[in-house]
């Protein structure tokens, strides 16, 4: 597990899922007690720590432990500064088997909650099936943290965990079974993307430019093109991150309208690029 950390790193990934604990070895005399997850003891647990002292962030499963009799999270989720995620049905109740809390040296674990219990998944026949786990809470979470730190990279990955753990329920009324509760991402865009740097007339990035031509319309150019006018879209999204349209270039400038309407609802705009190998969200002030 360590190593696949270390190569991670080595090849500059950013964000990583683990979807598996430890706590019973076949040489038992490596067993962990519940005294060992105080975030300093286990190799893992360190390595952990370590990855985020690297820049990187990590979400685990907390474990499917809660049931039974050892009932607390396995390590690498005692980590300090590991995402750990607890598991909840579609009816936001916390599931039985569910790891819980505290760590040996008192904090709060799990960090938050996902769905986990009769979540649909792929069977290994390749129809669809329901399936239980923390496994399967921890990478749910993972896909929208990068979501979420993809929308401004620019970050600290300090400020994206703690922006999601700010928008989750029980944020005000943690505990050792929910931790901050079920996260909130919409809320949580909202609060990225209010982060981004604000523009009014114009900006240029490396391979594209956005321009407000006009009171009621921009101008976006691709001034250094790779890859054939197609491969290039840009999404405008309200204020909130709501999806209002879908470009797509045909040649190297593209003019986007802002309906009336949405000048209206909206102080803000914001215009998603991509390119097949990039993703750059600008923040427009009507």
């Known amino acids: 597990w360590v190593r ?19 706590t019973a070895f076949d040489d038992t005399t490596l067993n962990y007690k519940p005294e060992s997850l105080d975030g300093k003891t286990s190799f893992m647990t360190l390595a952990a720590n370590r990855a985020y002292e690297k820049g990187m962030i990590l979400v685990t499963s907390a474990g499917n432990e809660g049931n039974k009799p050892w009932q607390k999270i396995s390590a690498p989720g005692d980590a300090q500064h590991a995402l750990t995620v607890g598991a909840v049905g579609t009816d936001s109740l916390i599931a039985s088997f569910s790891s819980k ?6 904090r ?20 669809l099936d329901f399936t239980n786990g923390t496994s399967l809470s921890s990478p749910f979470v993972a896909g929208l943290v990068a979501s979420l730190w993809s929308v ?81 879209t840009v999404n ?26 949405v000048k209206k609802a909206n102080q803000f705009i914001h215009f998603v690029f991509k390119s097949p190998f990039t993703q750059k969200t600008v923040r427009f002030k009507l």
Request: aromatic share 8%.
């Open 4 to 22: 696949a950390v270390e190569y991670a790193d080595s090849i500059g990934i950013d964000l990583i899922n683990s979807s598996l604990g430890y």
């Open 108 to 127: 709060l674990k799990p960090d938050i909650v996902s769905a986990g219990k009769n979540t649909v998944t792929i069977s290994n026949n390749g129809l």
């Open 152 to 232: 401004n990279p620019s970050m600290n990955r300090a400020e994206v965990l703690d922006i999601v753990k700010r928008s989750s329920d029980r944020y005000n009324r943690p505990d050792s079974v929910y931790g901050y509760g079920i996260p909130d991402f919409g809320k949580a865009v909202r609060v990225v993307l209010s982060k981004l740097e604000t523009h009014e007339k114009l900006v240029a990035e490396d391979c594209f430019s956005i321009s407000r031509t006009a009171k009621n319309s921009f101008e976006i150019t691709i001034t250094e093109p790779d890859f054939s006018f197609d491969a290039y």
């Open 101 to 106: 809390g505290f760590t040996a040296d008192n």
């Open 236 to 261: 405008v999204l309200d204020e909130s991150g709501n999806l209002i349209a879908k470009h797509e270039f045909e040649n190297e400038k593209l003019i986007v309208p802002v309906q009336q309407e």
